[in-house]
Each structure stands twice: as structure tokens, then as C-alpha cells.
């Protein structure tokens, strides 16, 4: 008998083996397809703009590229397991956001009621800003893996609704009364010369890496992307699987939330937005993730954001219309399917 979508099974079933494995092995050939043009646009922007403007390889602005990257790097590699398994978030600009004024409102409410008491405040504050976005992504999984509706649909939704949800909070004023060891001791510090977010983004990034290779959990996420029919014969489960994608990626965006409100030293509704949803958006396919799900690494992935943010940072250096740097980043994306698609296809005919 055939396993259903939501069976779960402790072996494999004889002769799927293979599928399976299938299914779950064409990441590599985004790897191979990507990896020899981003390092060398990398090197070539870096050594541009080292060349054009002297402003670019100081100090402070390569504290604020290392920095940008890293958060860029957080969200973008939960979006990436999201596409990698088949679907699409678009909300992950909004729960940066909302995690942003829930954590913001839970600490500062938390040491009025409790004076002095930063520790209790600022783990309230985290619980809750992590909790929040867990909770958009689980609201996403279900809908996805239970209603069976579209990704791109069900997280345009809940983009809006959780906009929405921010700014009610705060009337569109930034909410502050944050304590101050979480401004300054956390978003604020620097170890050996690097932000906090910086080493933040490096171990969500190592830990990112083993889930891909190590677990079975990042296997089946490509098996589900790959060949959602061979996963299901396998024995995968499918529908808990999808949720765990969007529940990752609403966690990540969360945190990148909590991150960049430590920094700004305020709760704000306007952090994050379309362009941070953009941007993740872009990092995870110019590095390699395919639209179509199966494919793709995060370590490229956050080679990719750092190529957008030194891209980004470049054009504001060069003072390019502030109106037409989308303009370059929609290009790089159309230009990156295009190649994505060709590959597939000559390896069709292969």
C-alpha cells in the first residue's frame, strides 16, 4: 500500500531507495553552476570599487558591510530552505518587523513592572520576538502543507496581516524603554573588532550548514523539493516537513528582528519591510538556490548576500539615484533564473 502525504515510516520502502536519493541529489548542480561567476563578480566588484573610491575599504564602512551582511545572511538562509523545498516566503520582511515591536513592547512593559530587573526584561523580550515569528511561520506551514494553498499566496497574506499587526502596535512610533545592557552590551558591542551580528550570522550560518548535510531533515527538505512524489513513496513526511521549512525561516527573520533592534536601540515597524523580503529573496537564487525547489547551499547563499550588500554599499559610494539601485538588484536576479534555467535545460538534453 501506498504511504500517504503525511505517513511517516521508520524504513524506506524497497526500491525507493534510489528515488530518493535522487530526489535529494541535484543540489550539487547549482552549486557547480554558481560557484564559478560569484566569486569572481566579488572579487571584481571589491577590487572596483577599492580602486575608485578610498571611502570603501575604511574601517567603519567595512564594520557597516560586515554588518549588513550579517543580517541579510540570517533571513536569506531561512528563505533558502523555504525555496529549496518547493515554496516561497514572502513575509519574512514583516516578521523582521513585528519580532522588532513584540520584543521591544514585552521588554520595555517588563522593567516598568519590574525595576532594575534587565535580565527578566530582555529574555521576555527575546521569548516573545522569537515566539512571534515562529508563530507567522507556523501559520504559513499549515496553510501550505494542510490547506494546500500556495506559498507565494498564503505569506503575501500574512506579509500584509503582520504589517499590519506591527504597526498597531506602535502607531507607527518607535517604541524605546528597551534595557540599556541589550542596546549597548549586545547590539551595539564589538568582539575582536566585529559586531555582535556578525558572530550571530556565523553560527546561525555553521549551523544552517550541518542541518543541510547532516541531518535528515535537510536531506528530506530536498528530497520534497526535488521530487515530492519519490519523498512521499520514501515514507517523508511531507506536511511536517514544509512546516519545519517555514517555521525556520520565521524563526531566522525573527531573530535578524531582535538583532537589528538591539542596534537601532528602538522598536520599530518599519524594520525589515519589501526590501529586506527582497533582498533574501535575491541572495538565495544570484547564489544558487533554484526557483523549482531541490537545489541549492547556504554557504553560497551567504556569499551571495555579501555580494549584494558590498553591491549595495558600492552604488550609494558612486551616489547611483537611490531610484534606480533596484533597478540593478531586479537585472542580477533576472540575469541568475535565466542562467538556472539554461543549466536545466542543457542538462536535460545531457
Known sequence: MTPTTGATTGTTAPGTAHSLASAARPHSLGLLRRIGFLPVLLVALVAGMAATDPQFYGPINILNILRNTAFLTIVACGQAMVIIAGGFDLSVGAVVALASVVSAKVMAVTLAAFPGSEGLATAAGVAAGLGAGLAVGLVNGLCVARLKVSGFI?????????????????????????????????????????????????????????????????????????????????????????????????????????????????????????????????????????????????????????????????????????????????????????????????????
Do not use: C, W
Open 154 to 350: 498564503v505569506t503575501l497574506g500574512t506579509m500584509s496581516a503582520t504589517t499590519g499587526v506591527a504597526l498597531m502596535i506602535t502607531s507607527g512610533i518607535p517604541v524605546y524603554g528597551m534595557p540599556q545592557g541589550f542596546v549597548k552590551e549586545f547590539g551595539r558591542a564589538q568582539f575582536l573588532g566585529l559586531p555582535t551580528a556578525v558572530y550571530a550570522a556565523l553560527l546561525v550560518l555553521a549551523l544552517m550548514v550541518f542541518i543541510q548535510r547532516r541531518t535528515l531533515f535537510g536531506r528530506y527538505v530536498y528530497a520534497i523539493g526535488g521530487n515530492a512524489d519519490a519523498a512521499v513513496v520514501s515514507g517523508v513526511s511531507i506536511n511536517r516537513h514544509l512546516v519545519g521549512t517555514y517555521m525556520l525561516s520565521g524563526l531566522l527573520a525573527a531573530l535578524t528582528g531582535l538583532l537589528l533592534t538591539a542596534q537601532v536601540g528602538s522598536g520599530q515597524a518599519s524594520l525589515g519591510g519589501d526590501r529586506m523580503m527582497l533582498q533574501s529573496i535575491a541572495a538565495a537564487v544570484i547564489g544558487g538556490v533554484s526557483l523549482r525547489g531541490g537545489i541549492g547551499r547556504v554557504e553560497i547563499v551567504a556569499l551571495s548576500a555579501l555580494f549584494l550588500t558590498i553591491l549595495g554599499n558600492a552604488l550609494n559610494l558612486l551616489h547611483i539615484d537611490s531610484r534606480l539601485q533596484p533597478v540593478f538588484l531586479g537585472a542580477i536576479m533576472v540575469a541568475a533564473v535565466a542562467l538556472d534555467e539554461l543549466g536545466r535545460r542543457r542538462n536535460a538534453r545531457v
